[in-house]
């Protein structure tokens, strides 16, 4: 009787030669139980099946591709496609990579750190050629260079001191340049809704805090998770405060938290812009809707998709090449939401 695998003490651990010694067969066979069950006799079918189900093998795709240097693989994660953002990126993600013949892996995160490890651990399994990511906050203050074994794109969102490739707004200057906007308006009480999961976040509160302060005004602000019925919620208990001490303006940091507002602004029964101006990020298809209609900071999202594509395939071409991050500009589109001043 053959000696027992040493995997065994560790079944995750077990490789294609294991499971072959184990059914006392070849690994060729093993492959063709894998990639074409009934070209094998079944006796012998039945013996592989039976050592990967105690081995506890799972047949990693990378296995099959060992005689592939590289593949026609790239994975985008993003942080939660409902996001119109993440949508429009996507898209431009996806025709940039059909253009240059690769296949795209789409995941979603849903801004949960453990969700996303699983993707980018699913891509090394896969194999893939590179991974364009906009990461969780937690994934940013904890990466490490060389952490993965295929290079990444941070998009929308990354550490000051980036390691890796990075394409992002100006995240700072877009809201200061949407303070300034409401302050422009005669707006003194000026309440932001930011998101709370993601430096981009952060770095907006930056811009409007330092916009507040440089006008001897105290900021205030709401973190919250990025997503429609948080804004509503937040915004509802800004709005529900008495005259005086309600904000007279509130800016949201995202497309979903702007939506929220407004929910919360039309429920409390409040005129834009004379009872309460509103202002957010995002040029989505609904802000048009609304009379009035809603200023926006739009963002580039198909610049951004298109230029962290362009720099996972340099990437790919040239993997010692220096890191390079990209800041693009935002448009403030003005509209009556906010234009208090007339």
């Known amino acids: 009787m053959g000696s027992m695998p040493s995997s ?35 006796a012998l079918r039945e013996r592989v099946q039976q050592a990967i189900a105690e081995l506890g093998w799972r047949p990693s795709l990378a ?72 990461p969780t906050l937690e994934f940013t203050e904890r990466h490490a260079p060389g952490q993965w074994p295929f290079p990444l794109v941070m998009v929308d969102r990354a550490p000051q001191a980036a390691v890796t490739d990075a394409v992002l707004l100006d995240n700072t200057g877009a809201a200061g340049e949407l303070t300034r906007h409401l302050l422009s308006q005669g707006c003194r009480r000026i309440a932001l ?30 973190a919250l998770r990025p997503d429609a019925q948080a804004g509503q919620d937040g915004a509802a208990g800004l709005l529900a405060e008495p005259d005086g001490t309600r904000p007279d303006a509130l800016l949201a940091t995202s497309g979903l938290l702007l939506l929220g507002a407004w929910r919360a602004a039309r429920a409390a029964g409040l005129a834009l812009p004379h009872d309460l101006a509103l202002a957010g990020f995002d040029d989505n298809d609904w802000t048009t809707m609304p009379e009035p209609a809603i200023t926006v900071l739009a963002q580039p999202t198909q610049d951004i998709g298109r230029s962290a594509t362009e720099l996972l395939l340099q990437r790919m071409a040239q993997p010692d090449r220096a890191p390079r991050r990209i800041v693009l500009q935002g448009q403030l589109l003005v509209r009556g939401s906010s234009l208090r001043a007339g």
Do not use: W
Not at 69 to 78: A, D, F, N
Not at 194 to 218: D, F, I, K, M, N
């Open 8 to 42: 065994l003490a560790n079944p995750g651990s077990a490789s294609i030669k294991d499971v072959a010694q184990r059914a006392g067969v070849s690994t060729t066979t093993v492959s063709r139980v894998l990639t074409d069950a009934d070209a094998v006799r079944p």
């Open 63 to 134: 296995a099959r591709r060992l005689r592939q240097r590289t593949t026609s693989l790239i994975g985008l994660v993003v942080a939660d496609i409902r996001n119109p953002f993440f949508t429009a990126i996507s898209r431009a993600v996806e025709d940039m990579a059909y253009a240059a013949g690769l296949r795209l892996i789409l995941c979603n995160s849903d801004e949960d750190p453990a969700k996303e490890r699983s993707y980018l651990e699913l891509m090394a399994d896969e194999r893939a050629s590179g991974v364009i990511l906009a």
């Open 193 to 222: 809704l930011a998101g709370s999961h993601s430096t981009t976040g952060r770095q907006r509160q930056a811009g409007y805090e330092a916009v507040l302060r440089e006008a001897g005004l105290a900021p205030r602000v709401q």
